[in-house]
């Protein structure tokens, strides 16, 4: 539960009126301060960037259905955060769904919005647990970034934009064609998450789809025979194939 005299607000929904709606309520709840608003998780996840620097988000009252990135999983990514927020979502889900939010003790608050049932919501606030995001998935599409704590800001890099995963010793390095980031994921997780994006070539390495050039044997440092490795798109790097996967090769070939 937050103990702050002050709470330090931001409303993210794609629809004006519910922020308005929103806005107008807490102006009726003392010691509490709307610090912006956000039309969808991208730019909610922007500001809390730069609210790390400035001003801490104690709350974010954030709706699960909304474009380009939805609740839940902005909710991820928030996380990661050095200072995450208290979330509360707000939402117009079904019963079904609903139920799902009060078995895992999630906060949630069911439009239309009323002002007592968003003052006992704000005095119970409370930090999510990755158990309780992690149950709540089903309920989201799957996710449209990877976000990547950098130097205490949350970077997202769009899922179409990787080339390739691959898994070394406790980190996973995702490739775009600028550069290399850090995340800590399961290799495992990630390949049944994005099973139609990716194929696994090795053991510690899955490779876009999309990023696939083709395949060739060459000579990889000092092993006698050649391998197969498969050449991608926008980096110089090739990706060997294991021999369990070498039938990829030839499914391609047909």
């Not at 922007?46 to 909304?66: G, H, K, P, S, Y």
């Not at 955060?81 to 069911?110: R, S």
């Amino acid at each position: 539960m937050l103990n702050h005299n002050n709470l330090n607000i931001i409303i993210a929904d794609d629809e004006a009126p519910a922020r308005n709606r929103l806005r107008t309520l807490l102006g009726d709840i003392p010691n509490t301060h709307v610090q912006a608003e956000a039309k969808n998780g991208k730019e909610l996840l922007e500001m809390m960037n730069q609210a790390q620097t400035e001003q801490i988000v104690n709350i974010v009252l954030l709706d699960i259905r909304m474009p380009e990135m939805d609740g839940i999983e902005t909710a991820q990514h928030l996380q990661k955060l050095t200072q995450p927020p208290a979330i509360i979502f707000t939402t117009a889900y079904d019963n079904y769904a609903i139920k799902a939010f009060e078995i895992n003790a999630v906060d949630y608050l069911l439009k239309p919005i009323r002002l007592e049932r968003l003052q006992t919501a704000l005095q119970k606030a409370r930090a999510l647990l990755p158990s309780q995001l992690e149950k709540l998935s089903p309920l989201s599409p799957q996710r449209t970034h990877l976000s990547i704590n950098e130097r205490g800001r949350i970077l997202l890099v769009p899922i179409s934009d990787i080339i390739y995963l691959r898994a070394e010793l406790k980190y996973i390095t995702v490739r775009t064609a600028e550069r290399e980031y850090l995340i800590e994921e399961s290799l495992s997780h990630l390949e049944q998450e994005f099973s139609h994006i990716f194929t696994r070539l090795h053991r510690n390495c899955l490779v876009a789809n999309a990023y696939i050039l083709g395949y060739e044997k060459r000579q990889q440092d000092d092993h006698a025979e050649k391998q197969w490795v498969a050449l991608l798109k926008h980096v110089p790097e090739t990706i060997r194939v294991s021999r369990r996967q070498q039938h990829l090769i030839r499914q391609n070939a047909l």
